[in-house]
C-alpha cells in the first residue's frame, strides 16, 4: 500500500512531517496511530532500513497492535519494525548487555504480594506503608516527581537513605522491581554514556506520550539523540499521576525541544456525535484542560446511551448481563469481544462476569492487578514459586509473612539477620531452629509458617496441570476464582510446573487483552480501557467514591490534581464506544464490602439485621451536559427495551 493512500488532512500532514521532532495533540478516536503508522510506511519507502526504526507504546497490548497494524501496512520490511513498550526494551537491552550483573541486580520480577511484604519491611524505617509506597513510585520515576524535576539519582537525604535501603533489601531477595527496568536503564546510561546498551536507532515514533513520566521521557530523548523523533499522545487522556505522568510532559514537549513541528488531529472517527459532545462537556469542568478537543465526523449517527440505577450489585450483574446478551443475539454475528465492560472496582466487573457466565456467555475478567490480593491467591502463587525454586527468598519472605498483620516483620529480620550473619539460606536458619540446633528468640510464628510450607510443598510433590492448580487455589474458594481461571488455561498448554509458573508470571505482570474480533467478553478496569474500542461499552459501578476516588488525607490542591485524572479516566472509559454506551450505577452495597473496595458510603443503614452502604451515582454523570439522558431505573430500562 503506498503510504499515501486514503490519507488526507492532519493525519496526511502528520505522515509528510519533514521536520524533526514531530509532536502530535490528538484525541480519542482520531486516527493518531494510522498517521504514525503511514509515517513509517513513508520512512520505509524512502529506503530507511526497517531495523533503525522503533515504535514504542505504553502497554503490551498497544506494542502487540501496533505490530499488527505494521503488518498491515503491506511495506516491504514492516515486519521487522521493532514495536514495544519502553519496559520490555529496557529488559531485553539489559539483559543481553548483563547489566543486571553489573549493577548486582537480578531480572526477577516482584509481584503485588511480595512487595506488600517489602513495604512492611520498610514501614517502621520509613514512617509507614503509606509513605513507603509513595517513596516506591517515587524511585520508579527516577525520582522525578514534577515535570520540572531531573530524571536521575535522589538529592533528598530522605529518598538517598530509602534508595539505600529499598536496595539492599532487593539484592538481598534477588528481585526487582517491574517499574525501575527504566530507571536503571537511565542511570547506567548516565553513568556509562559509551556503552552502547541500547540500540542505535535512526526513526523513533512514541505513542501514548502523556502516559510516560519524566524518566521514560528522558529515555526517549536519549533513545532520539540522532534519530528522527515522533511524539503523539493526548493530555486529556493523562491517567497514570501514581506513576508521576503528567499532563504537562506533552504540553511542554515544544517548549523543551527547539525548533519542534506540532499538529493537532481534532476530528473523532470512533465516537458518535451525542457521544463527542458529552465527552467535550465532561471535559469542560476542568479549566486547565484542553478544551473542545474533539469534533465529531460529519454524517455519523447518534449513540445509544443509556444511564440506568439498581438497587443492588446483584441487580445491576443480572440487568446488565440481560442486556448484554439480548444485544449479542440482536446483532447475529457481531463477536463478543465487541463488547467491553469496564468499572471502577472488580467486584461490580466480577459479579457481571459470574452474572454472562451463567448465561452461558464466554466472559474473562482482567482485573490482574488484583488477582493476588486474597491472601488464600497468594500463597497458591507463593507455592507455586517455592515448587519451582525452593531458595527463591522473595517467595520465602512473602510466605512468611502471609497471613499476619504485620507479615511477621520482627520474626522475619532475626531470620534474615542470622541468615547473614553465617552465610546461609533463611530457609535453613528455620531448619536448623526446627532441629533445634541453634536458638532465635520471638521465631515461633515464623517457624510455624515454615512448618506450614514444607507440609503443602510435600503435598505438591508430582502434581501438574489441572490438578496442580486445584491443589494451589481451591475451587471452593470465591477468592481465587480468577487466578485460578488464568492458571486453568495456562495450565493447558504448560502443564509442568516450571512452565506453568514461567508463563502465568508473565499473564500476571504482563498482560495482553483479547482484541474486539474475539469470542470473549472483555471485562476490566477503566485505565486498561486506554486503546480499546468496541461497539458496545458498560461502566459499571459508576457510583461517587469509587469514580471519582479521590484521597481524603492529601492536601486541597493534592485532592484538585487527584479530581482532573479522574475525570480524565472518565473521558477515556466514555469515548471508547462506537454504538452503545451504559453508565450503572447502584444504590447501596453491603458496608463490609464497600469498605473493602475503598468506596466510602453516603450514609449507612440497617435493614434486615445488615449494615448497608448507601451509595450515589457518579457525580460526573452530571458533568455529561444535557445531551446524557436521565437516569433511569433498572427494571424501567428492562421493561422498555423488551430484555
Not at 61 to 66: G, I, N
Request: glycine share 8%.
Amino acid at each position: 500500500m503506498p503510504w499515501r493512500e486514503g490519507l488526507e488532512g492532519a493525519q496526511l500532514a502528520i505522515a509528510a512531517e519533514p521536520g524533526n521532532p514531530v509532536h502530535v495533540l490528538a484525541g480519542p478516536g482520531t486516527g493518531k496511530t494510522l498517521a504514525m503508522m503511514r509515517r513509517v510506511a513513508r520512512l520505509l519507502a524512502e529506503g530507511m532500513d526497517p531495523q533503525e526504526i522503533l515504535a514504542v507504546s505504553f502497554t503490551r497490548t498497544a506494542a502487540r497492535d501496533l505490530k499488527e497494524q505494521l503488518r498491515r501496512l503491506g511495506v516491504g520490511g514492516a515486519d521487522q519494525v521493532t514495536a514495544t513498550t519502553l519496559h520490555s526494551l529496557c529488559f531485553s537491552a539489559l539483559l543481553e548487555d548483563a547489566v543486571f550483573q553489573a549493577t548486582g541486580r537480578r531480572p526477577r520480577p516482584l509481584l503485588s504480594y511480595e512487595i506488600d511484604q517489602l513495604t512492611t519491611d520498610l514501614k517502621k524505617q520509613f514512617g509507614g506503608k503509606r509513605e513507603v509506597a509513595k517513596l516506591l513510585e517515587a524511585y520508579e520515576a527516577a525520582w522525578a516527581r514534577l515535570q520540572h524535576e531531573v530524571a536521575g539519582a535522589p538529592q533528598q537525604q530522605r529518598d538517598i537513605d530509602f534508595e539505600a535501603a529499598l536496595l539492599d533489601w532487593l539484592r538481598y531477595h534477588r528481585a526487582m522491581l517491574i517499574g525501575e527496568l527504566v530507571p536503571i536503564a537511565l542511570r547506567f546510561l548516565q553513568a556509562n554514556p559509551h556503552a552502547g546498551v541500547l540500540p542505535a536507532y535512526r526513526a523513533v515514533l512514541v505513542d501514548e506520550y502523556q502516559d510516560l513520566n519524566k524518566a521514560d521521557q528522558t529515555l526517549v530523548d536519549v533513545l532520539g539523540t540522532n534519530a528522527s523523533l515522533t511524539i503523539v499522545g493526548d493530555d486529556n487522556q493523562s491517567i497514570y499521576r501514581f506513576r508521576h505522568a503528567n499532563p504537562d510532559g506533552i504540553r511542554v514537549f515544544p517548549d523543551d525541544h527547539p525548533g519542534t513541528c506540532s499538529h493537532t488531529i481534532e476530528e473523532c472517527r470512533r465516537c458518535p456525535p451525542n457521544i463527542v459532545t458529552m465527552s467535550n462537556a465532561l471535559l469542560g469542568h476542568d479549566p486547565l484542560a484542553r478544551q473542545t478537543p474533539l469534533r465529531s465526523q460529519a454524517g455519523r449517527a447518534a449513540a445509544s446511551v443509556y444511564v440506568v440505577q439498581h438497587p443492588s450489585i446483584g441487580d445491576e450483574a443480572d440487568t446488565i448481563a440481560a442486556y448484554v446478551d439480548d444485544y449479542l443475539n440482536r446483532r447475529n454475528g457481531l463477536p463478543p469481544g465487541q463488547v467491553l465492560i469496564l468499572s471502577p472496582r472488580r467486584i461490580f466487573g466480577n459479579a457481571i462476569r459470574d452474572a454472562l457466565i451463567r448465561r452461558r456467555r464466554n466472559a474473562l475478567s482482567f482485573f490482574w492487578e488484583d488477582a493476588l490480593d486474597a491472601v488464600s491467591a497468594a500463597e497458591g502463587f507463593c507455592l507455586l514459586t517455592l515448587l519451582v525454586s525452593p531458595e527463591d527468598r522473595a517467595a520465602y519472605r512473602a510466605w512468611l509473612g502471609l497471613g499476619d498483620v504485620d507479615g511477621n516483620r520482627a520474626g522475619y529480620a532475626r531470620i534474615r539477620g542470622h541468615a547473614e550473619e553465617h552465610g546461609i539460606e533463611p530457609f535453613d536458619v528455620c531448619e536448623r531452629l526446627a532441629r533445634d540446633e541453634i536458638e532465635v528468640r520471638y521465631s515461633r510464628k515464623v517457624l510455624a509458617k515454615h512448618d506450614e510450607l514444607k507440609g503443602r510443598l510435600a503435598a505438591l510433590a508430582g502434581l501438574q496441570g489441572t490438578p496442580l492448580v486445584n491443589a494451589l487455589w481451591d475451587p471452593a474458594d470465591p477468592e481465587t476464582l480468577t487466578i485460578r481461571l488464568a492458571a486453568g488455561a495456562v495450565a493447558a498448554d504448560n502443564p509442568e510446573p516450571t512452565n506453568l509458573y514461567q508463563r502465568l508470571v508473565e499473564v500476571i505482570t504482563q498482560p495482553e487483552l483479547p482484541d474486539s474480533a474475539g469470542d470473549v467478553i472483555r471485562i476490566m478496569s477503566l485505565h486498561k480501557a486506554k486503546g480499546l474500542t468496541a461497539e458496545l461499552v458498560v461502566i459499571a459501578g459508576c457510583v461517587g467514591g469509587a469514580i471519582p476516588t479521590v484521597d481524603t488525607e492529601l492536601t486541597p490542591a493534592g485532592q484538585d490534581l487527584e479530581l482532573r485524572e479522574q475525570r480524565r479516566l472518565f473521558y477515556v472509559a466514555v469515548t471508547r464506544p462506537k454504538d452503545t454506551l451504559v453508565l450503572s450505577s447502584v444504590t447501596q452495597m453491603p458496608l463490609a464490602q464497600a469498605l473493602r473496595a475503598n468506596i466510602p458510603p453516603l450514609q449507612v443503614r440497617r435493614s434486615s439485621g445488615e449494615t448497608y452502604a448507601r451509595l450515589a451515582a457518579s457525580p460526573f454523570i452530571a458533568e455529561l451536559g444535557a445531551t446524557c439522558p436521565h437516569a433511569i431505573r433498572g427494571s424501567d430500562w428492562r421493561v422498555a427495551l423488551n430484555f
